[in-house]
């Protein structure tokens, strides 16, 4: 199994959730990129002398108000934060269910079969974003999931969310079950939060660097301009960049997600260790294989928990 790739493990319903949610990240991000130029450009032309700098101001502001309409009425934000906390819970019950982590473990503790078990919890993630507004492809699976029988009503039939993959990896022993694992899913995911923290954290600094600098820039041009170096009202426009810039960074949240980032990225560097050491011929392999990869899946979700979280809240914050 060592050709086992994340992407061929994950079933439809992740990549429907995902696709959805990275359009509502596309669309949000260039609605709020061209409100804060447009408002940039208003402020600009607004501080020229003469009529046609003065329509070209008001263009400008007209052109902001219908993007804050669109984004109002499109609400964006909505789908790319409900799509990815949909696509992050599937992930992590695919997860569960190929390695046989949780209540994975054969046989599964509360239901008398692992596939059942998995529809039991795809129901509920379905049951919170199924029904929503901002995600309507996922009703179709929704109304899939109800026509399978299953197990339990004596059919053979597999479960329509269940992959191949992830089937082939179940059956495996657990020595495959965790190499596919850390490769895939625990090193992968780190590597991608310790790429995340460190872009966070560089752009975080040049927002920083950009707050102290325009002002400075500000000060240096209302001294130039009370000795009459020049006429054009430059402050105003100088204060709309630095506010600009200050609206963007809190729109990404860049210094807490380089922190977030990084703790992830740490948790999930020790729950490697503790699972590379791991004795897979030892009695009691298998129950501990299903706690220590339930406590990294659990490290992942709670990352994408309290962004999630500080992203709603955020959202509440800044008037569309």
């Not at 101001?57 to 052109?63: E, G, Q, R, W």
């Not at 954290?201 to 130039?224: C, D, Q």
């Not at 020049?230 to 860049?254: E, H, K, N, P």
């Not at 992942?300 to 008037?319: F, G, K």
Request: hydrophobic share 45%; glycine share 6%; with cysteine.
């Amino acid at each position: 199994m060592g050709w086992v790739r994340e992407d061929e493990l994950l079933p439809e319903l992740f990549w429907t959730a995902d696709s959805s949610s990275l359009q509502g990240q596309r669309r949000s991000i260039a609605l709020s990129r061209w409100e804060l130029l447009l408002l940039v450009a208003a402020a600009a032309a607004g501080s020229a002398d003469g009529n046609v700098w003065a329509w070209v101001a008001a263009f400008a502001y007209l052109c902001t108000v219908g993007l804050a309409a669109v984004t109002s009425r499109q609400n964006p934000q909505g789908l790319w934060y409900e799509g990815r906390a949909a696509a992050e819970s599937v992930k992590t019950l695919s997860w569960k269910y190929a390695v046989r982590a949780d209540a994975y473990q054969p046989p599964p503790k509360t239901l008398p079969d692992a596939e059942r078990l998995y529809d039991v919890q795809l129901g509920g993630i379905l049951g919170q974003f199924g029904t929503s507004r901002a995600i309507p492809q996922l009703n179709r699976v929704q109304d899939e999931l109800r026509s399978w029988q299953g197990p339990l009503a004596g059919r053979p039939a597999h479960h329509p969310q269940i992959t191949e993959t992830m089937r082939q990896l179940r059956d495996q022993p657990l020595a495959v079950r965790r190499d596919v694992y850390l490769r895939e899913r625990v090193r992968t995911q780190r590597e991608w939060y310790r790429n995340k923290a460190r872009h966070c954290a560089n752009a975080s600094r040049w927002a920083s660097l950009l707050g102290i600098a325009l002002p400075l820039l500000g000060l240096a041009l209302a001294v130039m301009r009370a000795l009459d170096y020049f006429s054009y009202d430059a402050l105003g426009t100088v204060s709309a960049v630095a506010a600009s810039i200050s609206a963007w960074a809190q729109l990404r949240q860049y210094r807490p997600q380089a922190a977030a980032y990084s703790l992830a990225a740490s948790e999930l560097a020790v729950i490697d260790v503790q699972l590379g050491q791991l004795e897979v011929e030892s009695t009691d392999a298998e129950e501990t294989w299903a706690r220590l990869a339930r406590d990294a899946e659990d490290a992942i979700s709670r990352e994408h928990t309290t962004w999630q979280a500080r992203r709603e809240v955020r959202s509440l914050d800044v008037p569309s």
